[in-house]
């Protein structure tokens, strides 16, 4: 027999009295792999406390741990095979596992109602798993799916699956891991969002008590926050209300403070939401300048004002900071004499080697292409190579294979840091919108709501 101690990570809040210490015997023959990691879910299923790896080898491993940690969902994750089992650990529980065969999941067995549940709940979901990787395939060629079509779609999954959980819920109290965990997948099954559906947003946020510590423990929150957004128009104005309903949830005493404020701040980021960086802005000035939850270190909060600071150097409705840059034969590109051309001008960032940009770029091509014949506009492209180490043969191929020729000018950045701090340009590829006179109708925008951008652009100037 094999004694392994575990070192707990120190996410552990005394001031809240969920404190387990478990250990867990395993039993594994024939196994493909020869390690295991022991591991608790936290937020989501990416962010997880490491724990252990545990060697399985003939006998029985006994993972014993003396520490206080919250009860939750843990799992062994199983590298070769890429297989996992999770199950229920809480105040002072003995789980005996055994796994026998290359089938993990499907010739299992473990003790406690609880955990044998668990156990079935995760097989069926297996024997589904066909519904998964045949939607992932109609993704892969290009099928468009709505959130009611896709709902639509996993119906017979979805189903299956809350009809089990709905019957394991009347075996445990409202305050059980199990119990928090199956109550939030069959609430976040039940939704299907709709942008227009403000009351089902409303009531959607307010079924769940985001500081229940537990939940913490599980892979939810993260779902419940993806869902709630997906109930928002993809507007910055928009999103602010909703990232303000969920701060105002989490306290900032609870672990998730900060896990939560990440997730919104990646949202924010995104290219998709139309004035993006407005809503990014909106959240740095409220949360982090002006907040007063001390969630992040100095340093952390030093770089987050520093981006601020950034990214409110250029205002919407105001001239953007003009650009002079040699083009491929050396010639010096005025970015403000070439929008003279135009009715308006899109300003792009990109690298060379960048798989993104190989494909955002062509795709905004083809979009600005067809949205200067329906809105009768002329559009220029001030296309910047932003990688200081590109070579010319690696600048000019990418112009060529892609066919970026038609009312461009294409000018390299090289190390000119002044005109990236103040164009936020440390990622690529990025899109700025400007008038004929320079001055700036959006930022960061995306192939999907330049329409929109153009749209609003017109409204402004009648």
Same mark, same amino acid.
């Given at each position: #027999?094999?004694?392994? !101690?575990?070192?707990?990570?120190?996410?552990?809040?005394?001031?809240?009295?969920?404190?387990?210490?478990?250990?867990?015997?395993?039993?594994?023959?024939?196994?493909?792999?020869s390690i295991a990691y022991l591991r608790a879910s936290i937020f989501d299923e990416k962010n997880y406390v490491p724990k252990d790896t545990i060697q399985l080898k003939k006998g029985i491993t006994v993972v014993k741990n003396d520490k206080s940690?919250?009860?939750?969902?843990?799992?062994?994750?199983?590298?070769?095979?890429?297989? $996992?089992? &999770?199950?229920?650990?809480?105040?002072?529980?003995?789980? !005996?596992?055994?796994?026998?065969?290359?089938?993990?999941?499907?010739?299992?067995?473990?003790?406690?109602?609880?955990?044998?549940?668990?156990?079935?709940?995760?097989?069926?979901?297996? %024997?589904?798993?066909?519904?998964?990787?045949?939607?992932?395939?109609?993704?892969? &060629?290009? $099928?468009?799916?709505?959130?009611?079509?896709k709902a639509a779609y996993f119906k017979i999954k979805t189903d299956s699956l809350t009809a089990f959980r709905s019957n394991a819920l009347k075996k445990f109290k409202p305050n059980d891991v199990l119990y928090i965990h199956f109550d939030a997948?069959?609430?976040?099954?039940?939704?299907?969002?709709?942008?227009?559906?403000?009351?089902?947003?409303? !009531?959607?946020?307010?079924?769940?008590?985001?500081?229940?510590?537990?939940?913490?423990?599980?892979?939810?929150?993260? %779902?419940?926050? #993806?869902?709630?957004?997906?109930?928002?128009?993809?507007?910055?104005?928009? #999103?602010?209300?909703?990232?303000?309903?969920?701060?105002?949830?989490? #306290?900032?005493? !609870?672990?998730?403070?900060?896990?939560?404020?990440?997730?919104?701040?990646?949202?924010?980021?995104?290219?998709?939401?139309?004035?993006?960086?407005?809503?990014?802005?909106?959240?740095?000035? $409220?949360?982090?300048?002006?907040?007063?939850?001390?969630?992040?270190?100095?340093?952390?909060?030093?770089?987050?004002?520093?981006?601020?600071?950034?990214?409110?150097?250029?205002?919407?409705?105001?001239?953007? @900071?003009?650009?002079?840059?040699?083009?491929?034969?050396?010639?010096?590109?005025?970015?403000?004499?070439?929008? $003279?051309?135009?009715?308006?001008?899109?300003?792009?960032?990109?690298?060379? %080697?960048?798989?993104?940009?190989?494909?955002?770029?062509?795709?905004?091509? &083809?979009?600005?292409?067809?949205?200067?014949?329906?809105?009768?506009?002329?559009?220029?492209?001030?296309?910047?190579?932003?990688?200081?180490?590109? &070579?010319?043969?690696?600048?000019?191929?990418?112009?060529?294979?892609?066919? @970026?020729?038609?009312?461009?000018?294409?000018?390299?950045?090289?190390?000119?840091?002044?005109?990236?701090?103040?164009?936020?340009?440390?990622s690529n590829p990025l899109f700025y919108l400007i008038d004929r006179d320079g001055i700036l109708l959006a930022k960061k925008v995306s192939s999907s709501n330049l329409r929109k951008e153009l749209i609003k652009a017109f409204e402004h100037f009648?």
């Amino acid at each position: #027999m094999q004694r392994i !101690n575990i070192l707990l990570m120190c996410l552990i809040m005394p001031l809240i009295g969920l404190k387990a210490q478990f250990q867990v015997k395993i039993k594994a023959t024939n196994t493909i792999d020869s390690i295991a990691y022991l591991r608790a879910s936290i937020f989501d299923e990416k962010n997880y406390v490491p724990k252990d790896t545990i060697q399985l080898k003939k006998g029985i491993t006994v993972v014993k741990n003396d520490k206080s940690v919250f009860g939750g969902i843990y799992y062994l994750y199983f590298p070769s095979s890429k297989q $996992k089992i &999770s199950f229920i650990a809480e105040n002072k529980d003995t789980i !005996n596992l055994i796994i026998n065969g290359p089938d993990y999941i499907n010739n299992a067995t473990i003790n406690g109602l609880k955990n044998r549940l668990f156990l079935q709940y995760q097989q069926i979901e297996k %024997s589904l798993s066909f519904i998964d990787s045949n939607y992932a395939k109609e993704i892969a &060629s290009g $099928k468009k799916f709505g959130l009611t079509q896709k709902a639509a779609y996993f119906k017979i999954k979805t189903d299956s699956l809350t009809a089990f959980r709905s019957n394991a819920l009347k075996k445990f109290k409202p305050n059980d891991v199990l119990y928090i965990h199956f109550d939030a997948l069959n609430k976040l099954d039940a939704s299907v969002p709709n942008k227009k559906n403000f009351e089902a947003r409303r !009531n959607f946020i307010h079924q769940f008590d985001l500081n229940t510590p537990r939940l913490f423990f599980t892979p939810n929150m993260k %779902s419940i926050l #993806m869902e709630y957004f997906s109930y928002y128009p993809l507007q910055a104005d928009s #999103m602010i209300k909703g990232v303000d309903t969920i701060m105002s949830k989490v #306290m900032c005493t !609870n672990k998730a403070y900060s896990f939560v404020f990440d997730y919104v701040a990646k949202l924010m980021k995104n290219r998709e939401i139309q004035n993006n960086t407005e809503g990014y802005a909106y959240l740095l000035n $409220k949360y982090i300048k002006e907040g007063k939850c001390a969630f992040i270190d100095a340093k952390q909060k030093e770089f987050l004002l520093q981006e601020l600071t950034q990214i409110q150097s250029q205002k919407l409705k105001d001239t953007c @900071l003009n650009m002079v840059l040699p083009d491929t034969a050396g010639i010096q590109k005025d970015l403000h004499q070439f929008a $003279k051309n135009f009715n308006y001008t899109l300003v792009i960032f990109y690298d060379p %080697s960048c798989e993104h940009c190989k494909v955002e770029l062509p795709k905004m091509d &083809s979009t600005i292409a067809i949205l200067e014949q329906q809105l009768l506009v002329k559009i220029g492209k001030y296309a910047i190579c932003n990688a200081p180490g590109a &070579s010319k043969k690696e600048w000019s191929d990418f112009i060529n294979d892609h066919h @970026l020729v038609k009312n461009y000018t294409h000018v390299q950045l090289g190390n000119d840091l002044p005109i990236r701090k103040a164009y936020d340009a440390f990622s690529n590829p990025l899109f700025y919108l400007i008038d004929r006179d320079g001055i700036l109708l959006a930022k960061k925008v995306s192939s999907s709501n330049l329409r929109k951008e153009l749209i609003k652009a017109f409204e402004h100037f009648k």
